[in-house]
């Protein structure tokens, strides 16, 4: 038995929320009751967390330092402190997070009691909200103790891509083919994604607070940017902002919401690591900046055609590719990153007379979902729901056929919200 979660995005609590650990244990109870099952005969259980596990980017601590994710080593702010200094102040305290010891405590439970019966491993496979683990050895292994994960990862970075020949799958986080939240060849590097959550989704709904709250008084307003850091994707944001706004009672809370966002783009697009990221010639960047500043009379319809433009090329693709170089051994693909669970056929091949099915997967989010809709009259919107997605694969072959030889499974569970 072979298990994926991914982008759980347990934080250190100062932005954003964490799901609730009532979630982790339905999920332990989920996976408790498929290996009671007596015609499961479940040999082994594997566990992944496919990346973005804990979220060392989305923290309000980055904004009491001039050190970013992509400053130097050498670098040190006012207080001589580093990058890997602010890292480890940034984690210590996603570790002190009550709530995430609940909701690591309930898997590590889980893992303690299977443990009795059948070999149990958990694993770790990087994103990009947590590469800075892979960066520091010792942060690195605290993670992999907090979270259980077996291995000594003093000296062993967590891997970027795991195989699992036995049950035909290949993963990784995904992050890969997202040019906004992949710089470079490897993934010891930051992005224009760590830039974007740092100096624009953390620092803005903070701002609005405080001048909102002093000369407008508008509640919901700030209650609707709370959900900032659940838009996907990124740079669908300005339109959601929008959406927002129009349902505003303050015309004066607007007009500064709109102009503190302003302010910070024009700030994000200044900054030298983010315009370095600008190559000669009309590029995604050059529409990433067109379509990121809300602009008086352009029409919002204009702005979704050229946003659109902007969407990484169809992971259903890259997946393909993968299964290609293993064929014959892969015949699941699963990624995680985009928060939109997915399940999709991406191609056959014959063995020996009998069709194989290659399947791509994503492993989806353990968070609330935005998504913006097209209402009946034009207007655009977004609507957005609590999610919980687990994939897992079961051997299917001989001795230790599990599931009666079922290949896969998924849970996927989605609260709707409070009205």
């Known amino acids: 038995m072979l298990v994926f979660i991914s982008d759980l995005h347990l934080s250190d609590g100062t932005t954003g929320n964490t799901i609730s650990s009532g979630a982790f244990k339905e999920f332990a109870d989920s996976i408790q009751r498929i290996l009671d099952k007596e015609d499961a005969k479940i040999k082994e259980l594997q566990m992944v967390f496919l990346g973005d596990i804990f979220d060392l980017i989305r923290s309000e601590q980055w904004q009491n330092t001039s050190i970013r994710p992509w400053s130097e080593e050498e670098d040190k ?23 995430n010891k609940a909701c690591v405590g309930f898997l590590k439970s889980l893992k ?27 942060i690195r292994q ?3 103790e907090f979270l259980g994960v077996n291995g000594n990862f003093s000296n062993t970075p967590f891997p970027e891509e795991m195989f699992f020949p036995e049950y035909h799958v290949f993963a990784r986080h995904g992050d890969k083919f997202d040019w906004m ?3 470079g060849k490897t993934r010891n590097s930051s ?56 349902k505003s ?10 102009a503190a966002w302003n302010k910070l783009v024009d700030e994000f697009f200044k900054n030298p690591f983010v315009s370095s990221h600008d190559s000669w010639g009309p590029d995604k960047f050059d529409i990433f900046e067109a379509v990121f500043k809300i602009k008086p009379g352009w029409g919002l319809g204009s702005a979704l055609k050229l946003s659109e433009r902007l969407l990484p090329s169809d992971y259903q693709s890259f997946a393909r590719k993968e299964a290609g170089l293993w064929k ?31 399947v791509y997967f994503n492993s989806g989010t353990w968070r609330k979902f935005m998504q913006k809709v097209v209402t009946f009259d034009g207007t655009t919107d977004f609507v957005g729901w609590q999610v919980m997605t687990s994939v897992i694969f079961y051997l299917e072959k001989g001795e230790k056929k599990e599931r009666q030889g079922r290949p896969f499974e998924i849970l996927n569970g989605v609260l709707g919200l409070k009205a």
């Not at 620092?203 to 838009?231: C, G, M, Q």
């Not at 994707?233 to 959406?243: A, E, F, K, N, R």
């Not at 051994?329 to 056959?348: A, K």
Request: aromatic letters at 10%; hydrophobic letters at 35%.
């Open 112 to 138: 303690t009691k299977i443990s009795e019966k059948i070999p149990v491993i958990f694993h770790y496979v990087i994103g990009n909200h947590d590469w800075l683990l892979n960066r520091y050895p010792e």
């Open 328 to 358: 014959g051994e892969t015949r699941y693909v699963v990624y995680g990153h985009t928060h939109d669970f997915q399940v999709s056929p991406i191609g056959t091949y014959d063995d020996g007379g009998k069709d194989i099915a290659e």
């Open 181 to 183: 939240n992949y710089d």
């Open 191 to 246: 992005s224009i994604g760590d830039a974007m959550v740092i100096d624009i989704l953390t620092k803005f709904p903070k701002e609005v607070k405080s001048e909102t709250e002093a000369k407008f008084h508008d509640p919901n307003l700030i209650e609707r940017l709370k959900d900032i850091d659940n838009v996907r994707p990124l740079y669908t944001l300005p339109i959601w902002l929008d959406s927002v706004c129009r």
């Open 77 to 99: 702010d006012k207080g001589q402190q580093s990058l890997k200094d602010w890292t480890g102040r940034v984690f210590s305290k996603i570790k002190e997070n009550e709530n």
């Open 142 to 144: 605290e993670a992999a």
């Open 249 to 258: 009672c303050s015309p004066r809370a607007i007009d500064f919401a709109k």
